[in-house]
């Protein structure tokens, strides 16, 4: 079965990372998948490795294919990570998908999110809700 190279998961909370990635996992979507704890963590990471900085050939390495990012975290929230997002080159960006993944319900949120026409998926993150972004963004993929 085809895979995704990797999928980051950007949340401060352990929590919900511990459980995105146990489903995730689970479902045998992605060769890797990563956790960072704020936007700054993870837009350095994407950084180093768009710049060749991080070694291809390095465990630690993982080029996304899929991001889920929640909106409220500390240091750099999702959608600060987003504008930092647009600045990486547009060949480093243009096969990775982005999602928001947030408990926010908040009209601001999804309305920002829509115009920046990022999927916007409010958690918990379920079985349904990652198919639904397979057949979105990964057609060619499907769950077993």
């Not at 085809?2 to 060769?31: H, M, P, V």
């Not at 999602?99 to 920002?112: C, G, I, N, W, Y």
Request: charged share 25%; net charge negative.
């Amino acid at each position: 079965m085809k895979k995704l190279q990797g999928i980051l998961l950007i949340d401060d909370d352990d929590t919900n990372n511990f459980l995105n990635n146990r489903l995730l996992s689970r479902l045998e979507i992605a060769d890797q998948i990563r956790e960072f704890r704020n936007g700054k963590q993870a837009f350095d990471y994407l950084y180093a490795i768009s710049q060749g900085i991080v070694d291809a050939s390095s465990a630690e390495y993982v080029k996304p294919s899929l991001i889920l990012l929640d909106i409220n975290m500390p240091v750099m929230d999702g959608f600060e990570f987003l504008q930092m997002f647009e600045k990486l080159d547009p060949a480093f960006r243009a096969d990775i998908v982005l999602a928001l993944l947030t408990t926010s319900e908040h009209k601001q949120d999804t309305e920002r999110a829509a115009a920046s026409n990022i999927t916007y998926l409010t958690k918990p993150l379920t079985t349904e809700k990652v198919e639904e972004l397979l057949n979105q963004h990964f057609p060619e993929l499907r769950l077993k």
